[in-house]
């Protein structure tokens, strides 16, 4: 399975419109897209999937038994999220802060604490019109723990039976965007060459670095200004794979739901050389890790490329 994860430093930059392209340019792969914003997934505006089903996601949280607490404090110093305090002798939990790791009910020595199970959202999974595999995950409202979603939504990726998965990320470069990157095998970074994009995409080149992910990047509304990408993705050592114009068409369709290479058919031979692209280092890298190891890669490729 190969996977292509599609984010950004910033909001607003086009991730969606990208990574929906990325899909709609290969269907003789038959990818799996993953919708990985789950406070606002938009994706499905695009590729119109059939739900067929649906699981909630929890989170295992701590219930304290009165009777058996000794309020000792233990649990408040293994809680990293502050989400247990021990307020006027007693032991008071605040579930919007906690993580679900399960440390105070391992350490609590009067084994006064049990985990129960509290819902944070849910994963949808469906097929799009053009047999495509399609999961996307929705944060439940006032809900501030948007990673466990995402890895509920990963796990049902690692069921499915694609090749090619593409994840749309989160905006921003916090834990939802970092938990979506995890595992991936490229990152394809979106940005605009405006000065907030050129200083959010340093911040999502620096996670890339920081988790030794191979990253490239794609310049959306090109033409609104230059404010130094090139020099900035050099200094990164990450090519620039592509350039998609600011054009008023193209906002026009999008809005209206059009896919943009549905819309504007000559870009899917150019979405496809971009997959291609991709596709080739991350075979190249695959063989290098892989040639240390000592076992042979199986990689894939567009029109019968192996």
């Known amino acids: 399975m190969t996977t292509i994860a599609v984010a950004s430093g910033k909001g607003g930059t086009g991730k969606t419109t990208i990574a929906t392209s990325l899909v709609l340019s290969a269907p003789e792969l038959r990818p799996v897209f ?32 009165e009777s058996a607490c000794s309020s000792c404090g233990l649990c408040t110093q293994v809680c990293q999220y502050n989400a247990i305090a021990v307020l006027g002798g007693k032991v008071q939990v605040f579930p919007e802060l906690c ?65 090619l998965v593409v994840r749309d990320s989160p905006p921003g470069t916090a834990c939802p965007m970092v938990e979506t990157l995890r595992g991936a095998d490229y990152v394809l970074l979106v940005t605009e ?3 907030f994009g050129l200083h959010d995409l340093k911040l999502a080149l620096e996670v890339t670095r920081m988790l030794g992910l191979p990253a490239g990047v794609l310049v959306n509304r090109s033409g609104a200004g230059n404010p130094g990408m090139e020099e900035v993705c050099q200094e990164y050592g990450v090519p620039v794979l592509m350039r998609v114009p600011l054009r008023r068409e ?28 991709i596709l080739h280092q991350i075979k190249l890298e695959r063989r290098a890790s892989r040639s240390l190891e000592g076992s042979e890669p199986h990689d894939i490729g567009l029109d019968g490329d192996r």
């Open 99 to 163: 993580h679900g790791c399960g440390s105070c009910a391992r350490q609590c020595p009067e084994g006064a604490i049990q985990e129960v199970d509290q819902p944070v959202g849910c994963v949808q999974t469906g097929t799009s019109p053009n047999g495509q595999r399609f999961g996307r995950g929705l944060l439940d409202i006032g809900q501030a723990m948007p990673v466990p979603v995402i890895r509920a939504l990963k796990r049902w990726q690692g069921e499915s039976s694609g090749r």
């Open 250 to 277: 193209f906002g026009e369709a999008l809005a209206r739901g059009l896919p943009l290479v549905e819309a504007f058919p000559e870009f899917r031979l150019r979405f496809r050389e971009l997959l291609a692209s």
């Open 34 to 65: 993953l919708d990985c914003d789950v406070e606002a997934p938009n994706a499905h505006l695009y590729l119109h999937p059939h739900f067929d089903k649906k699981f909630v996601v929890a989170i295992p949280v701590p219930q304290i038994d």
């Open 193 to 195: 060459p405006t000065p």
